[in-house]
């Protein structure tokens, strides 16, 4: 297996992509490709079969989407898919699709999602309609096969993504029934976290000489300053921005590097940052040196304390006050997350490595964690309960200081003729709550909900409730003795249904089964599609629980 050296400052254009993706990439503000789109791209669109190990988080999307926008002919296109692309989860496969539409957009590309929780009547006619790429999950994707609406003799690529969780989540028969009824003479690609031998048993079963990558990592602790705590929130994408803007009220940075993985990203968190009251600058590449310069300067100068920068603006940047680092986009890479990082804690100096996290990454947060030997605390979401009694420590503070400070002779009068008429504490609580009301209003109303789910268990049990309305609890007839943990389940069940992680709530695995709250309005849909599907690589009874 070739590992790829230390990332080369690489445009996409070096790549050989044609026009249409290059324009749309550069709209997009993509500036540069991540490892492991420098080293599977060119190898894919000279037709390769490919086995790339990368951790989740790093890019693998685009490094197989755009080789399969490449390929798309610019005349009239056949009815059937000439690539399928095999995904583990629903959330996976609307994001593949998404990130295809996003690329292929001046291509005309047509993209057709498949998974469960979705009425098939809908997939049944867009695949009727004619399609270029189909994104699946093994399941449904079998299902259409059976049926006979998904035709796979035109196929030229399949991609495996995220190839271990497939497995792991019990879809190794379905992914040999489906890569039996694809073209023998097809190019396959497979992209995992992980290489365990089972996974490098299907690469010898179905893949011809493959051209394995490996994108190397940095291997110890030492490039992470021990200087630096390192912690974590986990946050849906659409509370990201009021998440951060909490963080950084209860954080109080002196100065604060915000990163972004696009330039769009960096404009949109910049405004809504100012608009929330911060002083905040945007760094990224397509600015100008003499833009760059002013920023900097008003960064140094102290009239601007947050920057929000890409990692290619961000390069050679070593601002002396800094004391803390923001991941708002997950890094592409643990090298990109120690280069972020590595931007606070120098000189002897302490700082702050903040990363929020969505909870579809959580895998590329345990793997930053495995590679860099450092563990990344979860901490929850500053509530609105957390922010007003921060604020009001605030107001504390700077009474004591003014008390302190000797200089109040001169409102003497006022507490005297006001002691006349009231109760001198009652003078003091009005004076505290005018104080506190000049420091700014209050305006956060709504607690951010939790967003981790299953993907950061602690032990057997997962404390968090659905969002509203009343629960029904299902047994599920596989437990310890399978192997089975809280990720699998609920994997499998927002895998088969419309609901997320969040809708979910405890889970209790004992030994032969498990316990899974669900919504009532929801119980009957989640037993009837969770029927046949595997868990741990088996089939499990699906019931509500008896008493």
């Given at each position: 297996?070739?590992?790829?050296?230390?990332?080369?400052?690489?445009?996409?254009?070096?790549?050989?992509?044609?026009?249409?993706?290059?324009?749309?990439?550069?709209?997009?503000?993509?500036?540069?490709?991540?490892?492991?789109?420098?080293?599977?791209?060119?190898?894919?669109?000279?037709?390769?079969?490919?086995?790339?190990?990368?951790?989740?988080?790093?890019?693998?999307?685009?490094?197989?989407?755009?080789?399969?926008?490449?390929?798309?002919?610019?005349?009239?296109?056949?009815?059937h898919p000439m690539a399928l692309i095999l995904v583990p989860t629903r959330e996976l496969a609307m994001q593949v699709s998404q990130a295809l539409h996003r690329y292929g957009r001046d291509l005309g590309v047509r993209v057709v999602p498949i998974y469960g929780g979705q009425p098939?009547?809908?997939?049944?006619?867009?695949?009727?309609?004619?399609v270029d790429v189909v994104v699946a999950t093994p399941g449904r994707a079998v299902d259409h096969i059976g049926r006979k609406t998904l035709h796979l003799a035109d196929l030229e690529v399949v991609v495996l993504d995220e190839a271990d969780e497939m497995l792991d989540m019990g879809?190794?028969?379905?992914?040999?029934?489906?890569?039996?009824?694809?073209?023998?003479?097809?190019?396959?690609?497979?992209?995992?976290?992980?290489?365990?031998?089972?996974?490098?048993?299907?690469?010898?079963?179905?893949?011809?000489?493959?051209?394995?990558?490996?994108?190397?990592?940095?291997?110890?602790?030492?490039?992470?300053?021990?200087?630096?705590?390192?912690?974590?929130?986990?946050?849906?994408?659409?509370?990201?921005?009021?998440?951060?803007?909490?963080?950084?009220?209860?954080?109080?940075?002196?100065?604060?590097?915000?990163?972004?993985?696009?330039?769009?990203?960096?404009?949109?968190?910049?405004?809504?940052?100012?608009?929330?009251?911060?002083?905040?600058?945007?760094?990224?590449?397509?600015?100008?040196?003499?833009?760059?310069?002013?920023?900097?300067?008003?960064?140094?100068?102290?009239?601007?304390?947050?920057?929000?920068?890409?990692?290619?603006?961000?390069?050679?940047?070593?601002?002396?006050?800094?004391?803390?680092?923001?991941?708002?986009?997950?890094?592409?890479?643990?090298?990109?997350?120690?280069?972020?990082?590595?931007?606070?804690?120098?000189?002897?100096?302490?700082?702050?490595?903040?990363?929020?996290?969505?909870?579809?990454?959580?895998?590329?947060?345990?793997?930053?964690?495995?590679?860099?030997?450092?563990?990344?605390?979860?901490?929850?979401?500053?509530?609105?309960?957390?922010?007003?009694?921060?604020?009001?420590?605030?107001?504390?503070?700077?009474l004591r200081e003014s008390i302190l400070g000797d200089d109040l002779d001169g409102y003497r009068v006022v507490v005297e003729s006001l002691a006349d008429e009231f109760d001198v504490m009652e003078v003091a609580l009005a004076a505290v709550k005018l104080a506190h009301a000049s420091?700014?209003?209050?305006?956060?109303?709504?607690?951010?909900?939790?967003?981790?789910?299953?993907?950061?268990?602690?032990?057997?049990?997962?404390?968090?409730?659905?969002?509203?309305?009343?629960?029904?609890?299902?047994?599920?007839?596989?437990?310890?003795?399978?192997?089975?943990?809280?990720?699998?389940?609920?994997?499998?069940?927002?895998?088969?249904?419309?609901?997320?992680?969040?809708?979910?709530?405890?889970?209790?695995?004992?030994?032969?089964?498990?316990?899974?709250?669900?919504?009532?309005?929801?119980?009957?849909?989640?037993?009837?599609?969770?029927?046949?599907?595997?868990?741990?690589?088996?089939?499990?009874?699906?019931?509500?629980?008896?008493?």
């Amino acid at each position: 297996m070739t590992e790829t050296p230390a990332h080369r400052p690489t445009t996409f254009a070096d790549l050989g992509l044609r026009p249409e993706l290059i324009s749309a990439l550069t709209a997009l503000g993509y500036e540069e490709p991540t490892p492991i789109q420098e080293a599977a791209i060119p190898l894919m669109v000279d037709g390769r079969d490919v086995m790339g190990q990368a951790a989740t988080g790093t890019g693998k999307t685009a490094a197989f989407a755009l080789p399969i926008l490449q390929r798309l002919g610019s005349g009239e296109r056949g009815r059937h898919p000439m690539a399928l692309i095999l995904v583990p989860t629903r959330e996976l496969a609307m994001q593949v699709s998404q990130a295809l539409h996003r690329y292929g957009r001046d291509l005309g590309v047509r993209v057709v999602p498949i998974y469960g929780g979705q009425p098939i009547g809908r997939q049944l006619r867009a695949l009727d309609a004619g399609v270029d790429v189909v994104v699946a999950t093994p399941g449904r994707a079998v299902d259409h096969i059976g049926r006979k609406t998904l035709h796979l003799a035109d196929l030229e690529v399949v991609v495996l993504d995220e190839a271990d969780e497939m497995l792991d989540m019990g879809f190794a028969e379905d992914l040999e029934a489906i890569l039996a009824e694809t073209p023998a003479r097809r190019q396959t690609v497979l992209f995992s976290a992980t290489l365990p031998a089972r996974i490098d048993a299907i690469g010898r079963r179905h893949l011809h000489q493959p051209e394995r990558i490996r994108i190397a990592e940095p291997t110890t602790a030492d490039e992470v300053t021990p200087l630096v705590r390192h912690f974590a929130y986990v946050l849906a994408r659409a509370h990201k921005a009021t998440g951060l803007g909490r963080v950084l009220d209860v954080e109080a940075p002196a100065a604060a590097l915000v990163f972004c993985r696009t330039r769009e990203g960096v404009d949109s968190l910049t405004e809504t940052l100012n608009g929330r009251g911060y002083r905040a600058e945007a760094l990224h590449g397509g600015m100008s040196q003499e833009q760059r310069d002013r920023v900097m300067g008003r960064l140094r100068a102290g009239t601007a304390d947050l920057l929000v920068a890409t990692d290619v603006a961000a390069r050679g940047l070593d601002i002396e006050q800094l004391s803390h680092v923001v991941n708002f986009d997950m890094p592409a890479s643990v090298e990109s997350y120690v280069h972020r990082m590595g931007r606070v804690g120098r000189a002897g100096r302490a700082g702050v490595a903040i990363t929020l996290v969505e909870p579809r990454e959580h895998r590329m947060l345990k793997n930053i964690e495995r590679v860099t030997k450092r563990r990344i605390s979860i901490h929850k979401v500053p509530t609105v309960a957390d922010l007003r009694a921060h604020r009001l420590d605030l107001t504390r503070a700077a009474l004591r200081e003014s008390i302190l400070g000797d200089d109040l002779d001169g409102y003497r009068v006022v507490v005297e003729s006001l002691a006349d008429e009231f109760d001198v504490m009652e003078v003091a609580l009005a004076a505290v709550k005018l104080a506190h009301a000049s420091a700014g209003p209050d305006e956060d109303d709504e607690d951010i909900p939790d967003a981790s789910g299953g993907a950061f268990p602690a032990g057997d049990r997962r404390t968090s409730r659905p969002s509203s309305g009343n629960t029904a609890r299902l047994y599920i007839g596989v437990g310890r003795d399978s192997g089975v943990r809280p990720q699998d389940l609920v994997g499998a069940i927002t895998g088969e249904t419309h609901l997320s992680g969040r809708d979910l709530g405890s889970i209790q695995i004992n030994q032969r089964f498990s316990l899974v709250e669900v919504p009532e309005a929801q119980a009957d849909e989640v037993i009837q599609a969770m029927r046949g599907v595997k868990i741990r690589g088996q089939k499990a009874t699906v019931r509500r629980e008896r008493f």
